[in-house]
């Protein structure tokens, strides 16, 4: 909720320059604060968003939000050694405590020979990049006054749509729908300052089905940038009660070795796995399956990873990351062998490399290659298992091991025979991702990491026996 | 206790009782059934140390109010991250847009309640020197360093949080307290060959940053980290299939957390969509399990003397020799469900809306020796630490992943086997369970738990316990 003397909810969203300028003279001060506290270089981040939330159960309202927040970060350096400190309170006196302290730490830490911000050659490039004024519209910013009224109003419809689509569907979890408009302001003492702002709109649908051998639920969701860039309600609510209601009748299978399709949010999560275990924090830890994997084959050859962060409207897209340093179009992986890690300025000094403009992580990713119609994954996988949800934290990313609690479907004769329950999946992921032996044309285009199916050739499944 | 969270939260704003008071007024008139402030300050401090340099530190500060209205089973919620009377009169007209009639209530605080003496009321961020921590974190890597030559990488933390929460409600609740916490955090990887491993310990509890600094403390979790990664270094690929399992004591028990706990939550019980929903009375697990959840235990991680709603922490029998006796309530729940709150009403902060959470929540012991139990396993594996689990309430499926673990044959504890996801069916899971140990003991405290967003520390704990009956995810 507003703070005393911000503006309101139709002005922050109607004048974000406005609001940005305020975050601009924040960002400054507390650079400022920095040089003047001695410190050699410091940067520096201050955010402001505006959030609205209603949440529905059986056609009554069950929550109404509203949320405003604004937060600093920032981070000094003095002769090599570093200091952090945050705060949600942007009172002068409390930024101006915030920057001491950070200097404060960085008066105990250790000098470490990575420290330090991008080099000035490449935020040099960024500021030019700024200046010329020849920026790309990334397209993220699409602001509507949406009250909480209208929000509830559409949650009741999408709910009702799912209660109503299967007798079966016997209970509700709820329905949601959301907005939330970001502004940001990203700076350091090398004369980078850069802004990004953004609008998201989202809905979900949470059913629960019933029959004789007990309760399932599912969801489903969807997001966009613009308001009517949403499903309808009524798909999005048809669509949870499908997905709750095939559920029903889960059961076990047998213990065993067989191919396992990854459908679209669950694949999702194992390319999340290939770019943390590539990232530069696993590396120079050493704590990573790919550890001096760079132009090893990690993949069969007719797949590449590319990520655009310049992707207009896309879920991950920023002009700069979060060193300041400009993004470009690049593959991770380039027809099955790993072409780059995935590294900020500071984890490519440690690794003794060059940045690759993924400070704050990687940003629109998605598979290139030969996509397959689905009804054809089916067939290739003749019997074996779908995965539509894996559960719990079984993934080890030093060794590459892998063990998840799993849920989906049977599938038999290249046709989906039964819903699957209360197994596990397991392997290595160093090896998962070289037996990737289809991906699909279901590409989810709503993530920031954008696959359809993934088939991994051979897992184990656990079950009975 | 209340006047120290007083003093620390509301002096510093100059706003008053009246003010309080009046706000609330504002907040409960009309169809509105309940209005609260949570007012909440914190202070966060951490320092890392990793490639044997502390090369991090952090310091952090949020404070707000959080301002909800109910009316009916619906919530009004709106948050300010100042405080002061005009942003808090803002944060209480949007809270109340959830009820349509306007109108003034009266409302009159009662006496403050005595806060219970649970921890002591330190503040562990401006406690000692930044240098003595800095110092630790040196000492501790060169220590774990001579442990074993094959240790490549040591990453330790120290953090420490001093949090002062005021509550106030149109029911007449007036509470505070001032809650520390504290943790350290040791991680070892070490290579052999080929193989690299990992190991970690940790622990803390709402105590003294410098109770983590003595030898006595660091010394065992640095050994104990380093043992994981050695155990590690040697596992076989683990079996896959349908197995007995023996659980071993302390922080296994977040098979309880997952299995049993997050299903008896009230929110999930009212809206009847746990797979315990409706069950109460009935058995759901073997005669010798009881289960609690105790937010009363001095010192503790999940421990509190008030929970975020202002209710006194409870400790609450959930599972009584095997039947299922109670769940666990907020105010909004326990009013909806005609019971009592339960002191278990958390919130991670005045930015969320608080909730049924656990706490520290354990089985009793049983009357076997943990070597009888291992003994009577003809095939199976003995799992001893893990690294966390996830539950679906709804289908009372659970999963938790074994991070040390051992196969047993014949009675005889064999190989270490690596790491591998345990799943189950929560409703079922303890009506198998075939032996309980009689060496109940707690975790370390480092627990977190997750739901809906929201994280919150928590404990768990149970003597060692035999499932006849799990299903184990290895790969062979």
Same mark, same amino acid.
């Given at each position: 909720m507003a703070t005393s003397g911000s503006l309101t909810v139709a002005e922050w969203l109607a004048n974000p320059e406005r609001e940005t300028e305020t975050l601009n003279a924040i960002a400054r001060r507390a650079l400022d604060q920095a040089s003047d506290g001695g410190a050699d270089q410091a940067e520096v981040s201050v955010s402001s968003s505006l959030a609205r939330e209603a949440g529905v159960r059986l056609g009554e309202i069950e929550h109404l939000e509203e949320a405003r927040d604004r937060g600093l970060r920032v981070t000094v350096y003095a002769g090599q050694c570093s200091g952090t400190a945050s705060t949600g309170d942007l009172r002068p006196e409390v930024i101006d405590e915030c920057v001491q302290r950070a200097l404060d730490i960085a008066r105990h830490t250790q000098r470490d020979r990575?420290?330090?911000?991008?080099d000035a050659a490449l935020i040099s490039e960024s500021v030019q990049e700024i200046t010329r004024g020849?920026?790309? =519209?990334?397209?993220?910013w699409h602001p509507e006054d949406i009250s909480l009224d209208a929000l509830a109003e559409r949650a009741i419809t999408m709910e009702r749509a799912g209660l109503q689509?299967?007798?079966?569907?016997?209970?509700?979890?709820g329905g949601s729908v959301s907005f939330e408009a970001s502004l940001s302001v990203q700076g350091n003492t090398n004369g980078f300052m850069g802004q990004r702002r953004s609008t998201s709109f989202s809905q979900s649908c949470v059913l629960i089905g019933e029959d004789e051998q007990g309760m399932q639920r599912d969801y489903d969701w969807d997001s966009a940038r613009?308001?009517?860039?949403?499903?309808?309600p009524d798909e999005t609510g048809a669509q949870a009660a499908e997905r709750t209601v095939r559920r029903l009748g889960a059961k076990r299978v047998p213990t065993g070795p067989v191919p396992v399709l990854f459908a679209p949010p669950v694949a999702k999560g194992l390319l999340g796995h290939l770019i943390s275990a590539a990232s530069g924090g696993s590396l120079y830890r050493r704590?990573?399956?790919?550890? =001096?994997?760079?132009?090893?084959?990690?993949?069969?050859?007719?797949f590449s990873l590319i990520e655009s962060?310049?992707?207009?409207?896309?879920?991950?897209?920023?002009?700069?990351?979060a060193d300041g340093v400009a993004t470009r179009e690049q593959p991770l992986v380039d027809r099955g062998t790993l072409a780059r890690y995935v590294l900020s300025a500071y984890s490519a000094r440690r690794l003794g490399t060059e940045t690759t403009a993924n400070a704050g992580g990687i940003r629109n990713l998605r598979i290139d290659g030969p996509l397959t119609p689905c009804d054809k994954l089916l067939a290739q996988v003749g019997t074996g298992l779908l995965v539509t949800e894996v559960m719990g934290?079984?993934?080890?990313?030093?060794?590459?091991d892998y063990s998840r609690g799993a849920a989906g479907f049977w599938i038999e004769d290249g046709e989906i025979a039964w819903p699957v329950e209360e197994i596990t999946v397991a392997g290595n992921l160093r090896k998962m991702f070289l037996g990737l032996s289809a991906a699909g044309d279901?590409? =989810?285009?709503?993530?920031?990491?954008q696959t359809g199916s993934l088939l991994i050739d051979r897992m184990t499944v656990a079950g009975q026996g | 206790m209340f006047e120290l969270a007083r003093s620390q939260l509301l002096d510093p704003t100059g706003l008053d009782q009246s003010d309080i008071e009046s706000t609330i007024s504002r907040l409960a008139?009309? &169809?509105?059934?309940f209005g609260e402030l949570y007012f909440q300050r914190r202070v966060r401090e951490a320092w890392s140390l990793e490639d044997g340099a502390v090369k991090n530190g952090s310091w952090d500060v949020d404070q707000g109010v959080g301002v909800r209205a109910i009316a009916g089973a619906g919530t009004g919620f709106a948050y300010a991250d100042a405080i002061t009377l005009p942003a808090l009169i803002d944060a209480a007209d949007s809270a109340r847009a959830i009820s349509r009639q306007v109108s003034q209530g009266q409302v009159r605080l009662a006496p403050a309640i005595q806060t219970p003496?649970?921890? %002591?009321?330190? @503040?562990p961020t401006s406690e000692g020197r930044s240098a003595d921590r800095v110092e630790l974190l040196r000492t501790i890597d060169a220590y774990v360093r001579s442990? @074993?030559?094959?240790?490549s990488q040591v990453s330790v933390n120290i953090a420490g949080s001093h949090e002062a929460i005021l509550i106030a409600a149109s029911d007449g609740t007036l509470a505070g307290d001032v809650r520390p916490l504290v943790r350290l955090d040791i991680r070892v990887l070490m290579e052999d060959g080929d193989r690299r491993e990992q190991g970690f310990s940790g622990g803390g509890g709402r105590y003294r940053l410098s109770d983590l600094m003595t030898a006595d403390f660091w010394q065992p979790q640095a050994r104990e980290a380093v043992r994981q990664a050695e155990v590690n270094l040697r596992a076989e690929d683990a079996p896959a299939g349908h197995m007995t399992v023996v659980l071993g004591p302390g922080w296994p028990g977040v098979l309880l957390h997952e299995a049993i706990g997050h299903g008896l939550e009230g929110d999930f019980n009212r809206k009847g %969509?746990? &797979?315990?929903?409706?069950?109460?009375?009935? &058995?759901?697990?073997?005669?010798e399990c009881t289960i609690v959840d105790d937010g009363?235990?001095? @010192?503790?991680?999940?421990?509190?003397?008030? @929970?975020d709603e202002g209710t006194p922490a409870g400790s609450t029998t959930l599972i009584e020799n095997g039947k299922l006796v109670g769940y666990m309530q907020d105010k909004l729940n326990a009013r909806l469900m005609g019971v009592e709150p339960?002191?278990?009403?958390?919130?991670?902060?005045? &930015?969320h809306l608080p909730m049924p959470r656990m706490t520290n929540t354990y089985m009793l012991p049983g009357q076997h020796d943990p070597g009888d139990i291992l003994a009577s396993v003809e095939d199976g594996i003995y799992a001893v630490n893990f690294n966390g689990g996830q539950v679906d309430i709804t289908s009372g499926k659970f999963v938790f992943a074994a991070s040390e673990a051992y196969r047993v044959k014949n009675g005889k504890v064999g190989a270490p086997i690596k790491g591998a996801t345990l799943i189950g069916n929560g409703p079922d899971?303890?009506?198998?369970?075939?032996m309980v140990g009689n060496d109940l003991a707690l975790d370390n405290g480092v627990g977190v738990c997750g739901k809906e967003g929201q994280s919150v520390p928590v404990g768990v704990g149970q003597p060692t316990l035999r499932i006849d009956g799990l299903t184990v995810g290895g790969t062979h």
């Open positions: 990575a420290a330090g911000l991008a020849e920026l790309p =519209d990334l397209d993220l689509a299967d007798s079966r569907v016997a209970n509700s979890e613009r308001f009517s860039g949403l499903s309808s704590s990573s399956f790919l550890l =001096d994997a760079l132009g090893e084959s990690v993949m069969p050859e007719q962060p310049r992707q207009p409207g896309g879920p991950g897209s920023a002009l700069f990351d934290q079984g993934v080890n990313l030093v060794n590459g279901d590409t =989810d285009p709503r993530n920031n990491i | 008139g009309g &169809a509105v059934d003496e649970r921890y %002591i009321s330190v @503040d442990l @074993d030559a094959r240790v %969509i746990s &797979a315990f929903s409706n069950r109460l009375g009935e &058995a759901v697990a073997s005669p009363t235990l001095a @010192d503790r991680r999940g421990s509190l003397a008030i @929970d339960t002191g278990n009403g958390r919130r991670e902060s005045f &930015a899971v303890l009506t198998r369970v075939g």
